[in-house]
């Protein structure tokens, strides 16, 4: 018989990664430390909601999430998909699921974490399980940003009104996006800004339709950037981009992978009566994103 490994596990959607998740992997690793255990996440690759009727656009994609858990000092990270046999299961017998893959020492959760079905498993419940089945279950309290508590929902409204800055500040990063550099009508260049396209994840949170100062992360390099998201309106745009101007840049990156990473919004989108007007104002937002500090 196979010796399961002994495991302190979080357990959560870890959607962005944010301040409060931090917390939440500090306690894991003090947790796994004090019990000799590796520190462990079981996570799902799809939000619940998903599966549950609702919808939600997320602020990381799975392979970004289990990075950033791995690198906050997961060792294991087990992301599975969230299914309707999932939602229906009983706590105990998500426990089981548990135990059957690890050697469970501890369990670490946040104050606010259901699991189950109808979310009939929370910390509390969690604690009767294992006080029976001889794990312990430690619950993080909320990280309080702005007397609120962080959480993913916060962020989201924060990036879907434009406020990269507060999002900034929930996540300890900026907000970025990521996607390969697509050919669009080419009418940057064509005023003197070249700048290069990506189709986002659609399941993405997009931020507001406006201007934003941004880092543009490519090649391995990374650059200062202004990113437009929105329909371009005087040029009789039709649909949703987002386009960024690498600020000093002039290479061909087309089909390369490019990030953004939003740092502050500087203006909505706005339509202008004519061309010379808009490359002044893209200019000045240049200059603008070019002297911001940091």
């Not at 498993?121 to 604690?127: H, I, N, R």
């Not at 339509?271 to 002297?291: N, P």
Request: hydrophobic fraction near 40%; proline fraction near 4%; glycine fraction near 10%.
């Amino acid at each position: 018989m196979t010796m399961k490994t002994p495991a302190a596990v979080a357990l959560g959607m870890f959607d962005g990664v944010h301040l409060g998740h931090r917390a939440l992997m500090e306690r894991l690793g003090k947790e796994a430390e004090r019990l000799d255990a590796v520190p462990a996440v079981y996570t799902f690759s799809n939000h619940p909601l998903e599966v549950l009727g609702g919808s939600v656009r997320m602020l990381s994609d799975v392979r970004e999430r289990n990075q950033l858990l791995r690198s906050l000092g997961a060792e294991e990270v087990e992301s599975v998909p969230f299914t309707r046999e999932t939602a229906g299961m009983s706590t105990e017998r998500f426990v089981d699921v548990l135990l059957e893959k690890w050697d469970v020492r501890a369990l670490v959760v946040g104050y606010n974490y259901t699991c189950g079905d109808r979310g009939a498993g929370t910390p509390e419940t969690l604690m009767q399980i294992g006080a029976r089945r001889g794990f312990s279950v430690s619950v993080v309290e909320p990280v309080l940003c702005e007397g609120e508590p962080v959480s993913s929902s916060r962020i989201r409204e924060a990036v879907e009104r434009g406020n990269v800055s507060l999002a900034e500040k929930l996540l300890g990063r900026n907000y970025s996006l990521s996607g390969k550099v697509v050919r669009n009508r080419r009418i940057g260049s064509r005023i003197g800004f070249p700048t290069a396209n990506i189709d986002a994840d659609p399941k993405r949170v997009i931020p507001a339709d406006g201007v934003y100062a941004a880092y543009a992360f490519v090649g391995g390099s990374a650059y200062r950037a202004v990113t437009n998201v929105g329909t371009n309106p005087t040029v009789h745009g039709d649909k949703l981009t987002i386009e960024t101007h690498i600020i000093d840049f002039d290479a061909d990156i087309y089909g390369e992978t490019l990030s953004v990473a939003f740092r502050k919004r500087l203006r909505g989108e706005l339509m202008f009566d004519t061309l010379d007007a808009l490359i002044a104002q893209i200019r000045v937002d240049v200059e603008e994103a070019a002297a911001l500090r940091g």
